[in-house]
């Protein structure tokens, strides 16, 4: 008789793709690992080497769990020498073999004992003794207190004091690797996820271990320093103090320090950020990655994350400007309604900057086209740069894509300020908003110098230098804006800091104009120039705002 099922007969369902740790039931996807299907579903497995965004390295043991096996399969175990308080001597035992999280894959049903088994609950506890038996006592004084996951996983897992009673091995401690990284050799836990974000992230091998045990360290291959363009990534994932960044050490401790959702500005990619600042003294701290799988996966660039420095740096515009003199903001907006009274809309020329938020943008297209009939329109921003396969965008600014669609949705299209430069003579009066110009300064200074420019500005620049009345723009990290990036995604940045001086943000200087004007710009809420952005009053329909991309269980340690 034949075993074979007809043809025709249903086919029995795949096995659902789940497994049970502690008992809790949760999805996994092809290919995954126990920690990343955890990781996805919020599960905190402790971990050093294992990170998402990089390859397994299974070297560190912390994210050991046990595996029961399945029904009428025998348990592998380990044949340990176990120590007999009666017998005052270690005897022979065995326990079960535990596997590594972040290198066991997931298989039906499989079961995973994390929490909830004594044995994981030991190994962990010995990993994280081992680890410290050789570390420094630093804490005092190192940069990671207060974010390192040794002294986090000493409090969850290990609870006890040092054993070992002789001096720890001494290594070199604060070696430069170079222009962002400083090196403490005896903090590290060798766990070599700084030598594969060089492999794997920025494409360099610049980092590899040597020696082994006791004396292994990283160091930096001979003729090279770490100058790649993503160094500080290394020390971003560094899970302990062991790499410090040359632009953070002893500048704060982090529980001091509060974290806004931000876009980082260095580039069109718009990398998701979290600015990092002092409530206290008001000051940025530092950017770290904000992980969006669709945008920057984990990581952010150098050149970005160093760039939260412009929201404290010098040159800000902090209050309003008459003729080079500095007034208060009602007298400068009655200057500009003497200034723009009679205007010729044919002869304004509205300048849009790439550098500031939709927000900021909208207003000034809503003030030419609908209030003041005009309808030539100029973008500027800073200049091309660098540019890489992996994250950087030669284009420096964080809106260009937002500035292009805004006007396009109104059929307008936007010039380069080169245009407006050597056609100046068709204008009277210029509006421009930014201080950053991708022209020669020397160009906008001459082809301004006798036009009646308005300019809305947070720092100093060519065209703050060259505007009769200037109005003090608060900078981003001032103030909630929604960026495009070059992928077309609208996304919001949220304020960080108290707004400096007199400064307010470029949309509600502009509203305030508006109404200084006579016109009915009547936005005095964030909320109500959103919503206007999404009114059909022939500005882009604002793309549905996403900040958190495929975010989903990156809530767990990474
Ligand atoms: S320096 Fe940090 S990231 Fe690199 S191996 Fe040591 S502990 Fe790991
Ligand atoms: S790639 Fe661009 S957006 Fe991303 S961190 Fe670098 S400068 Fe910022
Ligand atoms: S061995 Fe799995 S996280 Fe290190």
Known sequence: MSTQAPADAPKPPPPPNVIKIDGREIPYEPGDTIIRAAHRAGIDIP?????????????????????????????????ILKWDAAKKDYVVDNK?????????GCSPGMEVLSESSDHVAEARAAVQELLLVNHPVDCPICDQAGECRLQDYWLEHQRTGKRMQQEIVHKAKAQVFGPTIVYDAERC?????????????????????????????????????????????????????????????FKARVWFLRSARTVCQGCSTGCNAYLDFDPRTNA???????????????????????????????????????????TDLPSALDAAKSQLAKHDPAKVAIVLS????????????????TYLGANSFFITGKRLGKADDILMSADKNPNTTGVVQLLAATGDAAKPLSDLLADSSAFDHVIALGSEVEVEVGDVLSGLRNKKVLTIASHDGPLARVARILLPATVWAETDGTYVNKQGKAQQSDRALRSLGDSVPGWLLVAKLGRALGFAMNWRKLSEIRRAMNTPTGAPEKAAVDNDGAKAGTEARS
């Open 47 to 79: 971990h050093y080497c294992w990170h998402p965004g990089l390859s397994v390295a299974a070297n560190c043991r912390m994210c050991l769990v046990e595996l029961p096996p399945p029904p009428g399969r025998p348990a592998m175990r380990l044949d």
């Open 96 to 104: 079960p073999k535990l596997q590594p999280a972040c290198q066991q």
């Open 189 to 249: 836990i060798l766990c070599t996820r700084c030598i594969r974000v060089s492999d794997e992230v920025a494409k360099d091998p610049v980092l590899e271990i040597r020696e082994r045990g006791n004396l292994g360290e990283i160091f930096v291959s001979p003729g090279r320093e770490l100058d790649h363009d993503y160094t500080l990534m290394t020390e971003h994932v560094c899970p302990v103090g062991a790499l410090t960044s040359t632009d953070f050490r």
């Open 284 to 326: 940025a701290q530092r950017y770290r990655p904000r992980d969006n799988m669709e945008v920057n996966k984990y990581w952010m660039c150098d050149e970005g994350m160093l760039s939260y420095k412009h929201a404290s740096a010098g040159g800000r515009v902090l209050s309003a400007r008459v003729g080079g003199d500095e």
């Open 354 to 369: 790439a550098q500031h938020s939709l927000e900021d943008n909208f207003a000034l297209v809503t003030l030419a086209k």
